[in-house]
């Protein structure tokens, strides 16, 4: 069975203060690692997606990176705004397309 | 370009009753994924279906819980005779068909609909 675990469970940053998050994940056959981003009373909203270990996306204060058992997101200098809970999910290989969700990483920034 | 929708937001149902949740995938896209999230839980798979076809339901209850995605019109996930623990937020989410088979096929999700039951 697919396992995705993120720590710390909660952040909390001042204004600036860069951080990362983790993501362990033990899969058959990754077919991709997902970041997604989830405010309070909404559905979580896509970030990033990484297929193979070695790979690195990057948008606005984000980038996501890629190893054979987890994945790192990094935020640099935060904002108030990047307040929010940061999920990580993999789909495995074969035909079954459906994501294996983390617990999820909620990061506070202050002012 | 309308995200996937789905409605109602928020629902009520009384103990007993039955709940009907509709989502409509992202235009172009064919597979449909229902995930449901208890308070202070993750997202927990429930089932996973394209048109007329469920792929897979190995997440879903095995009673009072049923979901189908008909050739025309939204994907309806369906509770029955709805307990207190039902109460929780469904999300619903899409995802294209005939991306290359061996790279991940992203998946967009909806706003959710609360369901409350007393």
């Known amino acids: 069975e697919d396992q995705v675990t993120q720590s710390p469970e909660a952040l909390r940053l001042q204004e600036g203060e860069s951080s990362s998050l983790n993501c362990s994940y033990t899969v058959s056959g990754l077919r991709g690692l997902f970041w997604y981003r989830q405010d309070p009373g909404k559905g979580p909203e896509f970030l990033f997606t990484?297929?193979?270990a070695g790979e690195e996306k990057e948008k606005e204060r984000l980038k996501a990176t890629l190893t054979k058992k987890e994945s790192f997101l990094h935020i640099t200098a935060p904002k108030p705004e990047d307040s929010a809970t940061y999920l990580c999910a993999v789909q495995a290989g074969g035909n079954d397309y459906k994501l294996s969700f983390g617990a999820g990483t909620t990061v506070t920034v202050r002012a | 370009n309308a995200g996937v929708m789905q409605n109602p937001r928020h629902l009520v149902r009384r103990r007993g009753q039955e709940a009907r949740l509709r989502c409509s995938p992202m235009k172009g896209h064919s597979h449909v994924y229902w995930y449901r999230q208890l308070p202070e839980e993750g997202l927990k798979f429930m089932v996973y279906l394209q048109k007329e076809n469920i792929i897979d339901e190995s997440g879903m209850p095995k009673e009072r819980f049923s979901a189908e995605f008909p050739k025309e019109g939204p994907s309806i996930l369906r509770i029955q005779q709805v307990v207190r623990g039902d109460s929780a937020a469904y999300f619903c989410a899409s995802s294209p068909w005939g991306q290359d088979p061996g790279l991940g096929n992203t998946i967009y999700f909806g706003e959710g609909s609360w369901l409350t039951v007393v």
């Open positions: 990484l297929y193979s």
